[in-house]
């Protein structure tokens, strides 16, 4: 059964970088997309990028300027980078496998919670 | 980028009921159109993807229909597990995915 976890810092400073790391155990990351969702606490979910195992990957655009996905097959791990952080990027992180050409997410981290202060 | 909406945004239902989650699309999206289930302090849980595919081991009380702008979610009889938000998804035109607003489903 495929497991996500997602870590990193749980605080980030204004204007620094937020870097969170996804680890699959249970499966490997080939064959599938895996997207970075966010939720701001009280507030709704906000798909923020994703990548395929090949590496080719999508960006929102409304993030795209500050955002760097990236996947290393080889520890099935999935990366994501988001610079210039302010307060309005405090949120719950999560990593989603995304099923290939139907776009759902059918597993899900349990979140990495990042507060910008 | 395309908009969802979900109405009601919130309701207030009783054990045994049956709930009806209505999300509509900005502009036509086939059934590119799948929902979730999130609890508070968990990540959110596939229900339905492409409109009306039960996701494997959801309970059957979950179905889901429509295609073009207007879905709809239904809980044929509430049970005390069911109480938690659902959004709606679509991945009709990306990027980017967009999530409807929500709906909570809570205790009467």
């Known amino acids: 059964q495929v497991q996500l976890q997602e870590s990193g810092p749980g605080l980030v400073k204004p204007s620094e970088t937020l870097s969170l790391t996804c680890t699959v155990s249970?499966?490997?990351?080939?064959?599938?997309?895996w997207s970075w969702v966010r939720q701001p606490p009280g507030k709704g979910l906000e798909w923020i990028a994703y990548i395929y195992s090949s590496g080719s990957n999508n960006y929102n655009p409304s993030l795209r300027s500050r955002v760097t996905i990236s996947v290393d097959t080889s520890k099935n791990q999935v990366f994501l980078k988001l610079s210039s952080v302010t307060t309005a990027d405090t949120a719950v992180y999560y990593c989603a496998r995304t099923v290939l050409y139907h776009y759902y997410m059918d597993v899900w981290g349990e979140g990495a919670t990042v507060t910008v202060s | 980028d395309i908009q969802l909406t979900q109405s009601p945004s919130s309701l207030s239902a009783s054990v045994g009921d049956r709930v009806t989650i209505t999300c509509r699309a900005s502009q036509t999206i086939s059934t590119y159109l799948h929902w979730y289930q999130q609890k508070p302090g968990k990540a959110p849980k596939l229900l339905i993807y492409?409109?009306?595919n039960l996701q494997s081991g959801v309970p059957s009380r979950f179905s889901g229909s429509g295609s073009g702008t207007e879905f709809t979610l239904t809980i044929s009889t509430l049970q005390p597990e069911d109480f938690a938000t659902y959004y709606c998804?679509?991945?009709?035109?990306?990027?980017?995915?967009?999530f409807g607003p929500g709906t909570k489903v809570d205790i009467k």
């Open positions: 492409g409109g009306s």
């Open positions: 249970g499966g490997s990351v080939n064959n599938y997309y």
């Open positions: 998804q679509q991945n009709y035109r990306i990027p980017p995915f967009t």
